[in-house]
C-alpha cells in the first residue's frame, strides 16, 4: 500500500472527509515495507514502499453535525440540509461515552464490534438492521428510538473500506451511507444516540501497525486480514484498561466479526493470554452467524439469522449432516483467476455480461466484442449457464461451430428435444406452460440488434451463412448478488395423497427435493421463488418459515456452490400478503426496478419557491394573445402539450403546438436533473402515477393548465387550408390556455355545425386543426404509415378502495387522432432541425422493420380466411391491412384482431444516438417517417428534455450542454431511457394483469366482478404431434389473452382428435359415427369462462372453454349449469 493512499476517512465524492485543520498537530514519521518479486525472467526485484504514520489519530473519527458554515460533506436530517463535519475520539474515555451513549437491549453489557471486509460485502443487511429498544420482534415501527442490532457501536477500518470499495461499489457506497447515519447521533431532545458507525484510520496509525510477515508466500490479504486483527486488540485492549483503572462495573466486549475460519484461528493464537482479562483474550473473534445466533439465544424476539448470508450449501460444520464426500456435484467448478486472466488475453475466452431471457433463467445470452463487432452469444442449459445469474460479468467459452444454432426452425427443434435437461429445466419449462392467463402484449420483445446495436448471426464460411455462436461459461469475473428479489417461499404441502392423475406444481417439486430441517433446531432450508423468471429459485436458511408462508418477500443471493442445484441466499424483508393490491404493487415496482422512493431534499432543493410568479421573460415570445387549448383524457393532471390554430390575413394559417418549457426549470447537470436522467420516464399504474419530475412542476408549473400563464416551447407553421406547410417557426414563449379540454368535450366542438361557431373561438380552433389532422393523417398513411391496434382496457374503480369495478373498453374519438397528428408533426419537424444542426449528437427514435421470420406465423394464419399479408415495406404492409378489414368487413373485430397480432410482430421503437447508425437506420418504420423524435412530453419522458435542449442550442436560446456534446454519454443515456420506457411498460401492464386478478376473483372486499362468461378469439391452435389439444384465445371485452386447455381429452391415444397444421384446427369426431362433432380454428369465434384458481399462495387467471360443447370439459358444463339454476332460484326469490 503507497503512501499515495487516502486516509480512511478521506473519501472523493460519496466519502467522508476528514479536515485537517480540526485536528490537534500531528506527530509524523514513516513505515518503510520491502517486498522482493521474481520475474518471469527469472530476475529478482525489490520493491519499497512507505507509509506515513500518525500518532493523532486517536480511536476513530464520526460524522457529526455542524454549525460552522462550508462543511465537507451534508446530509438530510429532520427534513433538513446540514453540514457534516468529522470529530476524532481522541481518548479512551470518549470513546467509552460514545459507545455507552448509544440506545441498547443489551443490559449491562457494552458490545463494540470491528468488521473486516467480507462482513461489509455480504452482511450489508444485518449492520442496516435497526431494531427499537422495547422491540417485540416487529421492525417496522415508527417513531421508535432505534439502534443498531448486533453492537452499540461499529467499528469500520480503513482496510475494510477501501478493500469494499475495490470489490464492490453498491456495498460501499450503502456503507457511507450508513456512516453518514450515524451522524444523526443525537435525537434533538437529549435522547441516546441512535446509531454508530466509527471509521479507523488503520492504515496510518502508529499504534495499529503489523510486523512484515515472515511468510514469503504471504500476500496483501493476510497482511490486511493480520492489521484488522491488530485493530480489534486494540480496541479490546484500550477498553479493559479503561475499565480496569477505572473499578467500573460493567462488562465491555469487543468483537471481531468475520466469516474467515483462518483469520478467527490466528485472533485466538496471536492473542497473548491474560488471566485478568475475561475468558483470557481482550476481543473475541466470530463469524456473523455465530454471533447473531448468540444474540438471539440472549432475546427470542431478534429474528435476525435470517438476514446472515450462507455460504455453504450444507449445515454448520458443529451440526453437519451431509459428508462433504457424498455430496452431489451438480457443476463443473470455475476457473480460477490467473487462468481465467491467461485464457481472456489469449482469446480463448471472452468477457461479457450474462442476460438471462425475461422467461426463463435457464437460456440466456453473453455479449462479447470480436474485433470491432458487438456478438451476442447464446448460453442454453444449466450446464452452460454455470451458475451464472442475470447481470453476472462472466468469461465465456464458445463452442465448436458445429455446435452454433442455425435457423429459427433448427433452434426451435433444438428446444423439443429436450435431452439430458435436469429436473430443474424440466421445472422451468412445466412453469412455462402454467394455463395462467393474462394481459396480452402489445408488441414483440426488442431484439438486440434493436435495443444496442449488437449482432446475433456471424458468417461462419466464404459463403456468408449465419449461424447463432454459443458457448459456456467458463468462469464467473464479477457477481451480481447486491440486487434484492421479490417472490414468495414455496413449502411441502401437508395434504392428503393426490390422485394419480393431479399433477403437481413444479414449485412442489423443487420445495420437496431442497426443504430441510437443520441439524441445530432453529433453522430450515426453504426455497424461494423470484418474481422475475430470469432468476432461478433460491435456497433461503430461516427461522421463521411458518412466519413467511403466503407472504411476499425479499430475498438477496449470497452464493452460489458447485454442489448446490440453486443459489443461497438469504432473506431481507417482508413486504406484505400475497395477493393483496398494496403488496403486489410493491412487488411488480420491485420486479421492474421502477424507482418510486420520495425526491431527495438535495433535488426538492432546486425547485422555485413557493411564492414563484410566471412572468414575461426577455428573449420569449409573448403568445398570451393566442386561443391556446389543451385536449387530454378526462383528470389530467400533467398537461404536456397545447394547441392553437388561427386564420392569417394571406388566407393561410397560423397552426402551433406549445409544449411545456420544463428546461427552463431543470438546469442541466443539477440534482433535479440528474434524478430525472435516472428516472427517465413517468410510470403508469391503474391506480397511482410515479412522476419523472416532483408534482410542483408535474401538476403545477409546467402543466399548461387553463386561463394560466406558462411557459412553452412552441413550434408555429404556417399551412394553406390543404395542409401544405408553408413555413415553420421555433420559440420560447409565454402562452395562456384558454381552455383545458377533455376527448368528449373537443369531440362534441368538432361534432357542432358550423352554424354554431361562428362566435365560438373554441369551437373555431378545434374544427381548423380537425380539418388539417384529417389531411395530415391522408398524407401519412399514403406514405405507408401504419393503422394498428392495441387490446387495451381501462378499469373503473372503486373511489374509496380504489379496487377494480368493472372493466371497459377505451373509447377513441376523432379528436384522440387530432392531438395524435399534430404531436406527430411536431416531432417529425423537430427531428429535422436538431439533425441539421447536430448530425451525429441528436437524440432520435427508430423504429425498425421487422424480420419476415416474426410475420410467417400471422401469414399463414391469415390464409385460412383468404387474407394476404405483405410486409416488403410499410406501405405495402398498410394497404394489405386495408384489403383485409375490407374481407373482414362482415366481422369488423376480426380486422381489429390482425392489426394487433401484426403491433406484435414488431419490436417496439427504441431511442438513440444518431451518430451511432447509419442514416438508413434511422428510419421509423410504423410512421414511415425517414427521421423521428420525442419532443412532445417532456414532464413525464427525459428524452424530450434532451431534444429541447438541443432545439434551444440550434435557435440560438442556449447553449448545448456539455455531456449532451459527448457520444459515450448520449449512448448510456439512450440505453437508460430504453431500459426505464420498457420497465415502465412491462409495470403498466403487470399493474393492469393485478387489478384483472383482483377483479375476476371478487375484489379484495366482495366488490369486483368474479367469474365471467364472455366471446373470444382463436389466436393460436397447437396442433404438435404430442402435444396437449389446446388453443389460445383473445377475450375482447378484457383484453385479456390465455390458453385454453383440453385436457380431458388423451391427446395422444385419442384417435377421434383431429390435428390439422395446415388450416391451424382441432377438430374432435364422433367415434361410431365418424361425424365431425366439433372443431376449433384460428380466427373463430368461441365462448369462454374466465375465473380465478386459488390454491395456498399462489392465484391463478384460468380461461376454460364453454362452446362448442363438444370439445369443453364435461365438469366445466356441469358447473356453469349449477350456477344457471342458482341464478335462476335467485331470481325467482
Not at 424 to 429: P, R, T, V, Y
Not at 677 to 706: E, F, Q
Not at 1021 to 1026: D, K, L, R
Amino acid at each position: 500500500m503507497s503512501d499515495q493512499e487516502n486516509d480512511a476517512a478521506m473519501m472523493d465524492e460519496d466519502q467522508i472527509i476528514m479536515d485537517d485543520e480540526n485536528q490537534p498537530s500531528s506527530s509524523l514519521h514513516t513505515l518503510p515495507t520491502r517486498r522482493f518479486y521474481l520475474t518471469r525472467r527469472g530476475k529478482i526485484l525489490q520493491s519499497t514502499t512507505e507509509r506515513y504514520l500518525r500518532d493523532d489519530l486517536g480511536y476513530g473519527t464520526m460524522l457529526v453535525p455542524s454549525t460552522v458554515t462550508g462543511g465537507k460533506s451534508t446530509e438530510t436530517i429532520a427534513g433538513k440540509i446540514v453540514n457534516l463535519v468529522p470529530w476524532t475520539i481522541e481518548s479512551v474515555s470518549s470513546l467509552w461515552n460514545v459507545v455507552t451513549s448509544t440506545a441498547s437491549s443489551y443490559g449491562n453489557k457494552v458490545r463494540l464490534a470491528v468488521i473486516d471486509t467480507n462482513v461489509l460485502l455480504h452482511h450489508m443487511d444485518v449492520l442496516e438492521y435497526l431494531r427499537a429498544s422495547d422491540d417485540d420482534g416487529n421492525n417496522d415501527k415508527d417513531g421508535e428510538n432505534k439502534h443498531i442490532a448486533i453492537a452499540n457501536a461499529i467499528v469500520i477500518p480503513q482496510t475494510s473500506l477501501e478493500e469494499c470499495r475495490h470489490r464492490s461499489l453498491v456495498m460501499y457506497r450503502r456503507a457511507t451511507d450508513l456512516i453518514r447515519s450515524s451522524s444523526s447521533g443525537e435525537d434533538g431532545s437529549g435522547g441516546k444516540r441512535k446509531i454508530c458507525f466509527i471509521v479507523f484510520a488503520d492504515v496510518h496509525h502508529s499504534d495499529t501497525q503489523i510486523k512484515a510477515l515472515d511468510n514469503n508466500d504471504a500476500i496483501i490479504n493476510d497482511e490486511n486480514d493480520a492489521r484488522l486483527r491488530k485493530v480489534a486488540w486494540f480496541y479490546g485492549n484500550a477498553l479493559y484498561n479503561h475499565l480496569h483503572d477505572r473499578s467500573m462495573d460493567q462488562d465491555a466486549e469487543v468483537v471481531f466479526l468475520s466469516d474467515d475460519v483462518q483469520s478467527r484461528k490466528l485472533a485466538l493464537l496471536e492473542q497473548p493470554s491474560d488471566d485478568n482479562v475475561a475468558d483470557g483474550v481482550y476481543y473475541k473473534a466470530r463469524s456473523m452467524r455465530q454471533h447473531v445466533a448468540l444474540l438471539q439465544k440472549e432475546d427470542p424476539t431478534l429474528h435476525l439469522l435470517d438476514m446472515v448470508a450462507q455460504f455453504n450449501s450444507a449445515p454448520d460444520s458443529t451440526n453437519r449432516s451431509v459428508d462433504n464426500a457424498s455430496k452431489e456435484i451438480y457443476y463443473s467448478p470455475h476457473i480460477d483467476s490467473s487462468d481465467l486472466s491467461y485464457g481472456l488475453k489469449s482469446n480463448r475466452y471472452y468477457q461479457g455480461t450474462y442476460r438471462s431471457n425475461r422467461d426463463s433463467h435457464t437460456e440466456g445470452y453473453v455479449t462479447i466484442r470480436r474485433g470491432e463487432d458487438r456478438v451476442a452469444v447464446v448460453v442454453k442449459g444449466s450446464d452452460d449457464i454455470n451458475r451464472a445469474v442475470d447481470g453476472d460479468v462472466v468469461a465465456i467459452e464458445l463452442h465448436s461451430i458445429d455446435r452454433w444454432l442455425g435457423s429459427a426452425e433448427e433452434e426451435q427443434s433444438d428446444k423439443q428435444k429436450g435431452a439430458g435437461k435436469k429436473e430443474s429445466d424440466q421445472a422451468g419449462e412445466s412453469a412455462k406452460e402454467s394455463p395462467e392467463a393474462g394481459i396480452a402484449a402489445d408488441t414483440a420483445e426488442p431484439t438486440l440488434k434493436d435495443i444496442d446495436n449488437i449482432a446475433e448471426e456471424v458468417a461462419v464460411d466464404e459463403e456468408g451463412q449465419l449461424r447463432r455462436p454459443t458457448g459456456k461459461v467458463a468462469g464467473i469475473i464479477r457477481r451480481n448478488f447486491h440486487k434484492n428479489y421479490c417472490g414468495s417461499i414455496c413449502t411441502i404441502e401437508k395434504v392428503e395423497k393426490k390422485e394419480d392423475n393431479d399433477t403437481p406444481h413444479p414449485h412442489d417439486v423443487i420445495a420437496e427435493k431442497h426443504e430441510r430441517e437443520h441439524a441445530d433446531g432453529v433453522t430450515s432450508t426453504v426455497v424461494f421463488f423470484p418474481i422475475d423468471n430470469r432468476i432461478p429459485p433460491i435456497l433461503l436458511r430461516t427461522t421463521q418459515r411458518d412466519r413467511l408462508v403466503g407472504m411476499r418477500i425479499l430475498v438477496s443471493i449470497d452464493s452460489w456452490p458447485a454442489d448446490s442445484e440453486y443459489p443461497l441466499g438469504h432473506y431481507v424483508k417482508t413486504l406484505g400478503v400475497t395477493g393483496t393490491k398494496d403488496t403486489e404493487t410493491q412487488v411488480l415496482l420491485q420486479e421492474f426496478r421502477i424507482p418510486c422512493e420520495p425526491f431527495p431534499a438535495k433535488v426538492l432543493a432546486c425547485l422555485p419557491p413557493a411564492d414563484y410568479k410566471i412572468e414575461l421573460e426577455p428573449g420569449r415570445l409573448d403568445m398570451r394573445h393566442l386561443p391556446v387549448l389543451s385536449i387530454d383524457p378526462p383528470g389530467c393532471k400533467d398537461i404536456d402539450d397545447a394547441l392553437h390554430c388561427i386564420e392569417l390575413p394571406n388566407g393561410n394559417w397560423q397552426c402551433g403546438v406549445h409544449i411545456a418549457d420544463v428546461t427552463h426549470y431543470v438546469e442541466a447537470g443539477s440534482a433535479i436533473d440528474l434524478e430525472a436522467a435516472n428516472r427517465s420516464t413517468s410510470t403508469y399504474l391503474v391506480n397511482k402515477r410515479l412522476d419523472m419530475l416532483p408534482s410542483l412542476l408535474t401538476t403545477d408549473l409546467c402543466s399548461l393548465k387553463g386561463n394560466v400563464d406558462r411557459f412553452a416551447f412552441s413550434v408555429l407553421w404556417e399551412v394553406t387550408p390543404e395542409a401544405e406547410v408553408v413555413d415553420v417557426e421555433f420559440h420560447k414563449s409565454i402562452i395562456h390556455s384558454i381552455a383545458a379540454l377533455t376527448y368528449q368535450q373537443a369531440q362534441s366542438l368538432i361534432d357542432k355545425p358550423d352554424k354554431d361557431c361562428r362566435d365560438d373561438i373554441q369551437a373555431g380552433a378545434v374544427k381548423r386543426l380537425a380539418v388539417l389532422a384529417r389531411k395530415f393523417r391522408e398524407r401519412r398513411i399514403r406514405a405507408g404509415a401504419l393503422t394498428l391496434a392495441s387490446p387495451e382496457v381501462k378499469f373503473v374503480l372503486d373511489s374509496e378502495s380504489l379496487n377494480p369495478t368493472d372493466v371497459q373498453a377505451y373509447t377513441l374519438y376523432e379528436a384522440n387522432a387530432l392531438v395524435e397528428e399534430f404531436m406527430l408533426l411536431a416531432n417529425v419537424t423537430v427531428s429535422k432541425k436538431i439533425l441539421r444542426h447536430y448530425p451525429t449528437l441528436s437524440v432520435l427514435r427508430r423504429h425498425p422493420a421487422p424480420n419476415r421470420s416474426m410475420f410467417d406465423g400471422l401469414i399463414q394464419k391469415a390464409r385460412t380466411k383468404g387474407v394476404s399479408i405483405c410486409i416488403d415495406d410499410s406501405k405495402k404492409l398498410a394497404d394489405s391491412l386495408d384489403e383485409a378489414g375490407k374481407k373482414l368487413s362482415d366481422n369488423p373485430y376480426l380486422d381489429k384482431l390482425i392489426r394487433i397480432l401484426s403491433t406484435r410482430c414488431m419490436s417496439p421503437a427504441q431511442y438513440f444516438c444518431s451518430g451511432e447508425y447509419q442514416a438508413k437506420d434511422w428510419h421509423h418504420y410504423g410512421l414511415a417517417a425517414p427521421v423521428y423524435t420525442h419532443f412532445t412530453s417532456p414532464i413525464r419522458r427525459y428524452a424530450d428534455v434532451c431534444v429541447h435542449r438541443l432545439l434551444a442550442a440550434a435557435i440560438g436560446v442556449a447553449p448545448l450542454p456539455v455531456f449532451l456534446s459527448s457520444k459515450s454519454h448520449l449512448h448510456d443515456l439512450a440505453a437508460n431511457m430504453n431500459r426505464r420506457h420498457r420497465a415502465a411498460q412491462l409495470a403498466g401492464r403487470a399493474s393492469v394483469q393485478l387489478h384483472t386478478l383482483i377483479f375476476f376473483a371478487g375484489g379484495e372486499e366482495g366488490e369486483g366482478g368474479g367469474a365471467k362468461e364472455e366471446d373470444a378469439y382463436v389466436l393460436d391452435v397447437e396442433t404438435s404431434p404430442n402435444s396437449e389439444p389446446s388453443f389460445t384465445v383473445m377475450v375482447p371485452r378484457y383484453g385479456i389473452e390465455g390458453r385454453v386447455r383440453l385436457s380431458h381429452i388423451a391427446a395422444k391415444d385419442d384417435e377421434n382428435l383431429i390435428r390439422d397444421p395446415e388450416r391451424h384446427r382441432l377438430a374432435y369426431k364422433d367415434a361410431k359415427s365418424g361425424k365431425m362433432k366439433a372443431s376449433v380454428a384460428v380466427f373463430d369465434k368461441v365462448r369462454v369462462k374466465i375465473w380465478v384458481r386459488s390454491s395456498r399462495d399462489r392465484k391463478e387467471l384460468i380461461v376454460d372453454l364453454l362452446e362448442p360443447r363438444a370439445l369443453a370439459d364435461p365438469t366445466v358444463l356441469e358447473e356453469k349449469e349449477r350456477t344457471t339454476k342458482k341464478k335462476k332460484l335467485k331470481t325467482k326469490k
